[in-house]
């Protein structure tokens, strides 16, 4: 079973932030956070991953709760192209196992 | 450079045949994935290979379902006897190494047993 629990859908405005939330309440001290996501007809493309610390690239930011219990996706201008589903997967260390949810289907309007 | 490659992009086939598909992974990377996507669905992990080492078939779903990994380098999976349950598509994925590394995904062979 997936180890984390994300909204179904979401909507952003073009150009606006888009902030994707997951919660991996039971997640483990040597367990990362991995974003993905998946546009229509696509494979999944990796996005970010982080531990404990904010994470930032030239796609996304990653902000993880000190406690680790959760953590938001933020896309600091969406576009049109950034509709996808998006995943949050919580992977162990040297473990190439990612459990995979249903995510979160993200729809960004004009 | 060139990402994963994945070929048919799309099948069709009459329940009871059996199909092939196959998976080209980025040059380079020793570790490569199956995955499985329903409808709707997030990814079933079916298979890992890495390096010379002996395969995880532990997400085979029956023994229906085979993948083999030549010279290191492209992959086939095999589904013997299909069904209707079958139809999905069948993603590949490759890392560097195997563990921690990023995986790369190929778009994915559509899969609809008639």
């Known amino acids: 079973d997936a180890k984390t629990t994300q909204p179904p859908s979401m909507d952003c405005a073009e150009g606006r932030a888009a902030n994707l939330p997951c919660n991996h309440s039971?997640?483990?001290?040597?367990?990362?956070v991995y974003w993905y996501r998946q546009i229509h007809s696509q494979g999944p493309q990796y996005i970010i991953h982080?531990?404990?610390?904010?994470e930032t690239n030239e796609m996304a930011s990653l902000i993880i709760t000190e406690d680790r219990k959760s953590s938001t996706l933020i896309l600091p201008h969406a576009t049109l192209r950034d509709t996808a589903v998006y995943y949050c997967i919580v992977r162990v260390y040297f473990s190439y196992q990612l459990i995979w949810g249903a995510g979160t289907k993200l729809i960004i309007k004009p | 450079g060139a990402g994963v490659s994945q070929s048919p992009s799309n099948k069709v086939t009459e329940k009871g045949k059996d199909v092939e598909l196959r998976c080209d992974p980025i040059s380079g990377h020793t570790a490569l994935y199956w995955y499985r996507q329903s409808l709707g669905q997030g990814l079933e992990f079916l298979i890992y290979?890495?390096?010379?080492?002996?395969?995880?078939k532990s997400g085979l779903p029956s023994d229906r379902f085979s993948a083999e990994r030549t010279g290191g380098s492209v992959s086939t999976l095999t589904i013997q006897r299909t069904q209707q349950e079958d139809s999905a598509v069948y993603l590949c994925?490759?890392?560097?190494?195997?563990?921690?590394?990023?995986?790369?995904f190929g778009p994915g062979t559509r899969l609809l047993v008639l």
């Open positions: 982080g531990l404990k610390n904010n």
């Open positions: 290979f890495q390096g010379n080492s002996a395969p995880d």
């Open positions: 994925a490759s890392s560097s190494t195997g563990s921690a590394e990023t995986q790369y």
């Open positions: 039971t997640i483990s001290g040597n367990e990362y």
